[in-house]
């Protein structure tokens, strides 16, 4: 589908250039952000966090401490060891405290000119997923899952963070955007999504093949005109991969070779891709905005809460084992 992003191009779908026609496509000279960048961070988050909990789980009996109930764990042999002041829970603690305050480092990096060559800015973006998904795990076997108080507001505000985190990641990578976290132009995506097309119309996919492609890409791209919905930015992508695979079905029972198929199915990905980013653009960008603004004043809230339970804990003794009921 010839979408309102690809300009001078028209609007029926994937029309043959007429003859001797040569079409100037300015190549993509920096490897622009796609729509699964940035999982990796959380992956390994979550893995670090699994291995700690199994060390937790299995040498220290942490299993059984923390499936019993409330008023008998002080009896617990463990208690002593895994309690919020214990020595494996303080040390939960302080490693969880370290790792959030590690997602400081990237806003830091991009506003602070000193450090403007301080390493790629991808790079940084990744340290701050990967710690604002491992930091609150581990403060969450530092509570021994034991929540009241005011430290429960802390809590519940770092996990609200956290996975508002992952809210503001899809929407940050639906932008369209270079490796270094540069915006990228709208020229330089209507370039593209002609490009894109062009392949496809260059290789010996069969008309019928390109009529059903060029069916798919309205099926699953809003048209001009239409104001895109929440459900169909944030369900979307599912949505386009099921329908993807049935096309791919579709060509391959047409008697599309492997390889070439495999190209297909690489073009077509790309371009839906690219024109779902491009037609929610606007929307995507109006929530990432909104997103900044419920964010970032909870993440200092949070650091506060936070902040708050460390001179409490440590003014009434809680810290370094100094009170025996936590």
Not at 3 to 9: I, L, R, S
Not at 119 to 132: N, S, T
Request: proline share 6%.
């Amino acid at each position: 589908m010839i979408t309102g992003v690809e300009a001078g191009g028209a609007r029926g779908g994937l029309p043959v250039p007429e003859a001797g026609t040569v079409r100037s496509v300015a190549p993509r000279r920096e490897p622009w952000l796609t729509t699964r960048a940035l999982i990796s961070p959380p992956v390994l988050a979550v893995l670090a966090a699994v291995a700690v909990a199994a060390v937790l789980l299995v040498a220290f009996d942490g299993a059984a401490y923390y499936s019993s109930p409330l008023r008998t764990r002080g009896y617990h042999p463990a208690h002593r060891l895994l309690r919020p002041s214990g020595s494996a829970g303080h040390l939960l603690g302080i490693a969880g405290l370290l790792v959030m305050a590690g997602t400081l480092l990237y806003p830091l990096r991009k506003r602070a000119r000193p450090l403007a060559r301080a390493g790629r800015l991808p790079g940084w973006l990744e340290v701050h997923v990967f710690c604002g998904v491992l930091g609150p795990l581990l403060v969450t076997f530092h509570t021994s899952f034991k929540f009241n108080g005011i430290v429960s507001v802390a809590y519940w505000s770092m996990v609200l963070v956290s996975v508002s985190g992952f809210v503001g990641r899809y929407l940050f990578v639906r932008i369209p955007r270079t490796q270094r976290g540069a915006e990228v132009a709208a020229r330089e995506v209507e370039e593209r999504a002609q490009s894109l097309r062009q392949e496809l119309l260059d290789t010996t996919l069969p008309t019928e093949v390109l009529s059903r492609i060029e069916a798919f890409e309205r099926d699953v791209v809003p048209p001009p005109g239409v104001r895109p919905s929440l459900a169909g930015l944030f369900a979307g992508d599912l949505v386009t991969r099921v329908k993807r695979g049935r096309l791919l079905r579709e060509i391959e029972r047409a008697g599309v070779g492997h390889e070439l198929l495999g190209e297909a199915s690489r073009l077509v990905a790309e371009r839906a891709a690219l024109l779902r980013r491009a037609a929610y653009l606007a929307r995507t960008k109006q929530l990432f905005g909104l997103w900044h603004v419920f964010h970032v004043p909870l993440v200092w809230v949070t650091f506060l809460i936070a902040a708050l339970h460390v001179v409490v804990a440590l003014y009434f003794g809680y810290a370094f084992g100094g009170h025996p009921g936590r």
